[in-house]
């Protein structure tokens, strides 16, 4: 048993490890199909794609869950050239949305950002042959601006929901959005400063979303995404993030 118990953590480990590499992964094919101009994030057929899918299914698990993670971003490469969700991406999402369970939460603030994440993916999941079937669901409730919890918070929190900063999704985030666009910048150059380039790619996303709506901004956004692209954590999700801000720019910029 105390064997068994000492191996237990290494276990969990590679799990994690092995779950990181796919949406990785994933995130890099969706990165390339936004750089390409549109197409779609996964093949037709995902049986046997890197590994995914054998008899009892355990390596397409970490496919499902990567696909779980990145939600509606799997279709930022269509949707920001306003072609629809492409069939294949849509397949593989309702798999994994069916397959796993909506992650929990340890906080009610991150229970509400899980259920707008959750929304957003629904939202374009409602465009394709895989939409949800049964009662149409509300959208969650609006998350409190920041009047309620301060810029520096709110923005944070914004960060989590750059998933939502994508064309044809508009909601009580996206009116946030447009309301605070200086408390956007303030928290871009906020995250700049304390050297989160995280936080500072996700943000910079809202702001060029609200460019392309329209919104004055109240700062130059394409220097701060060439800075981050010097300075980020050079993965393919962050990478993702970037070439979406920087396609909404352009897509502001015509």
């Known amino acids: ?29 969706t990165l390339d199909a936004v750089r390409d101009g549109g197409g779609a994030a996964v093949p037709a057929d995902t049986t046997g794609w890197d590994g995914a ?65 959750d929304w957003a993916a629904r939202s374009v999941l409602a465009a394709t042959p895989h939409a949800d079937t049964g009662a149409a669901t509300p959208p969650p409730p609006a998350p409190p601006g920041p009047a309620d919890l301060g810029w520096q918070v709110w923005s944070v ?33 906020r995250a700049m400063l304390r050297r989160d380039p995280t936080t500072a790619v996700r943000l910079a996303r809202w702001l060029a979303w609200a460019q392309a709506d329209g919104r004055p901004v109240r700062l130059e956004v394409e220097p701060v995404l060439d800075r981050i692209g010097f300075v980020g954590d050079g993965t393919a999700r962050s990478g993702l993030e970037l070439a979406v801000a920087r396609s909404l720019l352009k897509g502001a910029q015509r």
């Open 1 to 29: 048993m105390k064997e068994e118990r000492s191996t237990m953590p290494f276990a969990e480990t590679a799990l994690r490890d092995e779950y990181a590499a796919a949406v990785e992964q994933l995130s890099g094919r």
């Open 53 to 117: 899918g054998d008899a009892d299914g355990r390596t397409r698990r970490p496919l499902l869950a990567a696909a779980r993670v990145l939600g509606a971003n799997l279709f930022a490469p269509q949707l920001l050239v306003g072609a629809p969700p492409d069939e294949a991406t849509a397949a593989l999402l309702a798999e994994a949305r069916g397959a796993l369970p909506v992650p929990t939460a340890g906080t009610e603030a991150g229970a509400l950002a899980i259920a707008w994440q």
């Open 157 to 189: 929190r914004m960060a989590q929901l750059s998933v939502l900063a994508l064309p044809g999704l508009d909601g009580a985030v996206h009116d946030a959005a447009r309301a605070h666009t200086l408390d956007l910048a303030r928290g871009t150059v």
